[in-house]
Nanobody, 112 residues
């Protein structure tokens, strides 16, 4: 049974930073491609970043250069380091492996 537990969200001022974590279980983590998604109020869920099993990364244009996805296979955890945050980054952030799996998400609010 796949379980995904996101954490690390909160309220931050524009220009600030946050690091999100996602603890995963129920699948072979080291072999999995992992992604972060987000959903802002009134908008559809959108893809943010992906890291492959061998560490290759891809980012949405809206976060490229500001966000960094990483993974720790020993801890079965994927991270999203978010720098230079903007109000438009406000959303619930979710991590997921490939397949129809979603955690409960963690709320990120960027506001002064």
């Amino acid at each position: 049974q796949v379980q995904l537990v996101e954490s690390g969200g909160g309220l931050v001022q524009p220009g600030g930073s946050l690091r999100l974590s996602c603890a995963a279980s129920g699948f072979i983590f080291s072999q999995a491609q992992l992604s972060w998604y987000r959903q802002a109020p009134g908008k559809e869920r959108e893809w943010v970043a992906t890291i492959s099993a061998i560490g290759n990364t891809n980012y949405a244009d809206s976060v490229k250069g500001r966000f960094t996805i990483s993974r720790d296979n020993a801890k079965n955890t994927v991270y999203l380091q978010m720098n230079s945050l903007k109000p438009e980054d406000t959303a619930v952030y979710y991590c997921r492996p490939q397949g129809p799996y979603w955690g409960q998400g963690t709320q990120v609010t960027v506001s002064s």
